[in-house]
């Protein structure tokens, strides 16, 4: 039975999925209630960060030589991408002690890269779905009162082809798929759906009278929002843009909004900087040429020009940038850039500005529109 949970978007009505971390938790949970009890359990289920509760069918249980082996299928919904249909599998054996260890096996990647959620050399399984597992094998313990140690293999047959689908050779993961998900749920990303979705909200919020505007691509900038760095009136809509900051610009203007605040990781918005407003990898991505470009500006030699090229992420440029005493400098030239391009795309009518952010380094600054803005904004408050 597939994961009957959808959403409205655009007039299509479009079936969600779970992640490969929901999939390696479920799957881990599966495991470990055959090792304890000898006995197949029919079916796994989760809370996922979402919220949603996740149950599906075991496959492929077994037990051999003391591991206890069970499987669950990625269900990408109406998002297929390259894990979709993939198994996902656990193999739980038991250890000395009460600890839960966790590591990767064949068709999972290896971090190769610094700046990645993992560390160079870890399995890539990010934190999120390591926290699921975590839990969900724990929860098994606590239901049977068997508090002894687990090992936890998590293996995906056919990920190591799959994953040059990916873009994980390119960020420095090599040998496998990753495993990943922040929501434990994936949501589809259809490209007219998310923008006609994101156009009514700005429409809904325009008819409500209100002309301040703060836009974010989505749950990190949310999460940024509520952890209140920004002294903000609550009176001003948010809307998520996701990776269409351009449609939202325009949307935005025809639907006469004044003022709008763009709030979004670095990741994303360094991409403003070269006036790439569709920040999908897909469409274009340049992060570290941006860097390496801003940074050369600034006086930057070429053994930290390759490195910024040679980075996966844009938390370790930032690194790089801190090591050789070039973080600010570079972080205003590109914030410079960015306020051209928005003044461009935005045009007279609209006043713009934005505000970066990184989660492993919090707020990096904003441009000079944003400033403007926040200082209009709290003086109407005070």
């Known amino acids: 039975m597939s994961f009957d949970h959808y959403i409205q978007s655009g007039g299509k009505r479009l079936r969600c999925g779970y992640t490969t971390g929901t ?12 090792l304890l009890t000898g006995q197949v359990p029919e079916r796994v289920s989760l809370r996922t960060p979402k919220g949603w509760v996740v149950e599906v069918p075991v496959e492929s249980p077994r037990l051999e030589d003391g591991m206890a ?22 193999a739980a054996t038991r250890q000395p002690g009460e600890e839960i260890t966790l590591r ?49 293999t998590i293996s995906v047959p056919g990920g190591r082809e799959a994953a040059r689908k990916t873009f994980n050779p390119h960020l420095g993961v090599e040998g496998g798929i990753s495993i990943l998900g922040t929501s434990g749920i994936v949501e589809p990303m259809s490209v007219q759906a998310l923008v006609d979705t994101m156009a009514l909200e ?50 935005a203007r025809l639907e006469g909004f004044r003022e709008v605040l763009l709030v979004g990781h670095i990741g994303k918005f ?33 053994e930290t020009a390759q490195a910024l090229m040679d980075s996966a992420t844009a ?51 904003m441009t000079r529109g944003a400033k403007e803005i926040l200082d209009t904004w709290n003086t109407a408050k005070n």
């Open 23 to 34: 999939c390696a938790a479920l799957a881990a949970q599966g495991a470990a209630r055959l």
């Open 315 to 365: 938390d370790r440029c930032l690194e790089i940038l801190a090591e050789k005493h070039l973080r600010e400098p570079v972080l205003s030239s590109l914030l410079s850039a960015i306020q051209r391009h928005l003044d461009r795309r935005a045009g007279e009518d609209l006043q713009t500005g934005a505000v970066l952010f990184s989660n492993q380094y919090g707020l990096l600054g």
């Open 104 to 152: 990767g096996g064949e068709g999972v990647g290896r971090v190769t890269k610094p700046g990645l959620d993992q560390p160079v050399g870890e399995w890539a399984i990010n934190s999120v779905p390591r926290r699921m597992i975590y839990e969900a094998v724990d929860s098994v313990r606590q239901a049977l009162d068997e508090p002894c140690g687990l090992l936890i």
């Open 69 to 90: 082996f069970c499987s669950v299928t990625k269900d990408g919904g109406d998002d297929i991408d390259a894990t979709h249909g993939l198994p996902i599998t656990a």
């Open 202 to 251: 700005l429409r809904q919020a325009a008819a409500g009278g209100a002309r301040r505007l703060i836009l974010t691509p989505g749950n990190y900038g949310l999460d940024f929002l509520k952890g209140g760095t920004l002294s903000l009136p609550g009176q001003v809509p948010v809307v998520r843009c996701s990776n269409f900051v351009g449609e939202a610009l325009d949307s």
């Open 270 to 302: 360094v991409k403003l900087a070269g006036g790439i407003f569709n920040t999908h990898s897909r469409w274009a991505d340049g992060r570290a040429e941006l860097f390496c470009a801003h940074a050369a500006l600034c006086g930057a030699d070429r």
